[in-house]
């Protein structure tokens, strides 16, 4: 997954978080992927807990309408 070259942002985790295969068919672990929007946003609002970048703009934007939107699309399928 590292050579992937992918960004994870929060965009490409919550399409990975949904269903792993479909986002990165070779990756080597096993994980079904999460189906509850809230379960969702959980795990991307704790990984950007470890972002370097910690400033109120970021901060801002992870309750951000369109992030909503996101998720929300994502798990309607």
Known sequence: MMESGVVWAAEALTAFLIKPKDFMPKAKRAFAGLR??????????????????????????????????????????
Request: charged residues 25%; glycine residues 2%; hydrophobic residues 35%.
């Open 36 to 77: 509850k929007a809230g379960d969702i946003a959980n795990v991307i609002d704790c990984l950007e807990t470890f972002a370097a970048d910690r400033s109120p703009s970021r901060q801002a934007r992870a309750a951000t309408p369109q992030r909503q939107s996101i998720l929300t699309t994502a798990t309607d399928h």
